[in-house]
C-alpha cells in the first residue's frame, strides 16, 4: 500500500508512522520498459531528489504491505486493550437505553462531557450481540452497517411523514359547521 508520510498526519496519530518508516520498502525509482526490455521511461522521488527538490529528512510516500500495516494496527489495538473478534457478521444496529449498556472496563475512559442516554446494540449473524457507546461503520465500499442505519431512518422519516398527513386531515367540526 503506498501511505502518505506526514508526521502529524493519521499514521502519526495511531502510533504506527515510525514502524511503518522502519518497514517502508526502498521503491523510490520506477522504469518503465518495452516489451523488448528498453527503457521507456522512470519515476519516482529519486530522481526529484537529483534534482534538488527535495529537503534533507523530507521523504515521499511509505510502501508497505496492507498485511503488515493491519498488523500494526492490531497491535496498537492490544497495546490499549482494545478486544477484536473476527469472523462477526454484522445484521442490525438498535438503539437502546444506557440501562441496557454493560459496565466500561478500567482500560476504557468516557469522553463525553455529559453521560448519554443511549447506547447502541449491535446484533450479529452467529446470533450473538454487543452493546457499545459509539459504533463506527467501518465496513467498506458496500457497508452493511450504512444500509441498516439508511433504512431505519428513512422509515422513522416516512412515519413522522404519515403521521403529519393525518393531523393536517383531522379538520375541526367547527369549521364544516357541525
Ligand atoms: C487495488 C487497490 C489498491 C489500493 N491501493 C491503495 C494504496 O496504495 N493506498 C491507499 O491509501 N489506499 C489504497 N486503496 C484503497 C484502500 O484499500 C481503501 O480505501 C481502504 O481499504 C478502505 O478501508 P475501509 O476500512 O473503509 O474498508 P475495507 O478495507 O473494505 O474494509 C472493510 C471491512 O469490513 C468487513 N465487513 C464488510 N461487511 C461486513 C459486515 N456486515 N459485518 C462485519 N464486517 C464486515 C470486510 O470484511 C472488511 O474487512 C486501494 C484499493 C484497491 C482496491
Known sequence: MTLTYNPSGPL??????????????????????????????YYGNAFIKEKGH??????????IPRQRLQQL??????????????GKC???????????????PNTVSAV??????????????DGSCCTARLAVGADGIRSRARRI??????????????RARQ?????PLSLIHI
Open 54 to 63: 527535495m529537503y534533507p529528512g523530507q521523504r515521499g510516500n511509505l510502501r
Open 12 to 41: 502519526a496519530k495511531l502510533g504506527v508512522l515510525d514502524q511503518c518508516r522502519s518497514e517502508d520498502t526502498a521503491s523510490r525509482s520506477h522504469y518503465i520498459f518495452d516489451t523488448a526490455g528498453r527503457v521507456l521511461g
Open 112 to 125: 463525553a462531557s455529559r453521560p448519554p442516554t443511549h447506547c447502541v446494540r449491535l446484533a450479529f449473524e
Open 149 to 162: 442505519v439508511e433504512h431505519k431512518v428513512l422509515c422513522h422519516l416516512e412515519q413522522r411523514q404519515k
Open 73 to 86: 494496527l492490531l497491535r496498537r489495538l492490544e497495546a490499549v486493550g482494545v478486544p477484536v473478534f473476527w
Open 90 to 104: 454484522l445484521t442490525d444496529v438498535k438503539v437502546v437505553p444506557m440501562a441496557l449498556m454493560p459496565p466500561l
Open 167 to 171: 393531523r393536517a386531515q383531522r379538520v
